[in-house]
């Protein structure tokens, strides 16, 4: 009996220290903030380098009962999985919030799947095993909703309304859009035209989205992401759409030009900032960009 006990005990241990080695694991450089890294779970936010934030936002966060005693059956049958960054404001503020709109609606946990995501620059917003690959993580926090292993709509980076309300309409409505939904019509159009499909459908998108699109940063982010996964004329063309949305800031011709500059196309980046001057043609930024491509 003793010795089946500790044989228990034994792979209850083992047991526990692969979940650690698989859960929670925390990035510690020398004069940088830790961050968590891979797949996390509550226990990894309640940590002494997480748990500031995490308790106090999830205590401050007041659910609405009603609408979780709508929701709460219905959202059993979805798998959710969230990416996040430990690092980053938003996910910070939301998250909290997220689980504890979770636990009050019972939600199985075993179907709840969290990911933090790197803040280094050459992993930017990505996991080691890839989790987000192929899922357009561009901003965190991403909740993401899946129906028997389909994905029905996500909660990107904070709520519309709240995450109560945001998930009603989820699982009742399918004309929810989150935010940056630009982003998810210029992926999909990538994901199945290709390069060519975005260019060709540039006029209509500028004329469809231009009054919609708020902030320049939409795309310009969603740009850099493909840039650092190496999808270059992708990121160019995404940069190239930005210029058509926003015509008014001088930057979105920057980012455009500084990555055509980057993949030895210095006469198009050149043309980019010359056109961009005529529009601005005071602005020091995009006289000093000429310089610095001319010199290169």
């Known amino acids: 009996m003793k010795t089946t006990t500790l044989a228990i005990i034994a792979a209850l ?68 999985t969230v990416f996040m960054g430990t690092w980053c404001g938003d996910s910070k503020q939301n998250v909290p919030k997220l689980y504890k709109v979770l636990e009050a609606c019972n939600f199985p946990m075993d179907q709840l799947t969290v990911v933090a995501v790197s803040r280094a620059p050459n992993l930017y917003k990505q996991s080691p095993q890839h989790e987000e690959a192929g899922l357009n993580i561009h901003r965190v926090p991403t909740i993401i909703f899946f129906k028997d292993g389909k994905e029905v709509n996500r909660i990107v980076e904070y709520p519309i309304h709240s995450f109560e309300e945001d998930i009603e309409q989820i699982i009742t409505n399918t004309n929810y859009k989150p935010n940056y939904h630009i982003v998810t019509i210029v992926n999909d159009i990538l994901e199945e035209k290709g390069v060519k499909g975005l260019l060709g459908k540039q006029k209509k998108l500028v004329k469809q989205y231009k009054e919609i699109v708020q902030h320049r940063f939409e795309l310009n982010t969603y740009g850099s992401i493909l840039y650092n996964k190496n999808r270059t004329e992708e990121a160019i063309a995404v940069y190239r759409l930005n210029t058509k949305l926003f015509p008014e800031e001088p930057r979105t011709f920057m980012s455009l030009a500084n990555t055509l500059g980057a993949t030895n196309r210095k006469v198009d980046a050149i043309q980019v900032l010359e056109q961009a001057l005529k529009l601005h043609p005071e602005n020091s930024d995009l006289i000093e960009n000429i310089e610095v491509i001319k010199s290169n």
Do not use: C
């Open 13 to 80: 241990a083992f047991l526990f220290q692969m979940r650690a080695q698989t859960f929670n694991k925390e990035v510690i450089i020398d004069g940088q903030a830790p961050y968590l890294l891979g797949k996390i779970d509550k226990h990894g936010l309640e940590s002494n380098n997480y748990q500031s934030w995490f308790s106090t936002n999830f205590e401050d966060y007041n659910v609405n009962d009603t609408i979780i005693s709508s929701i709460a059956p219905e959202l059993k049958h979805y798998d959710i």
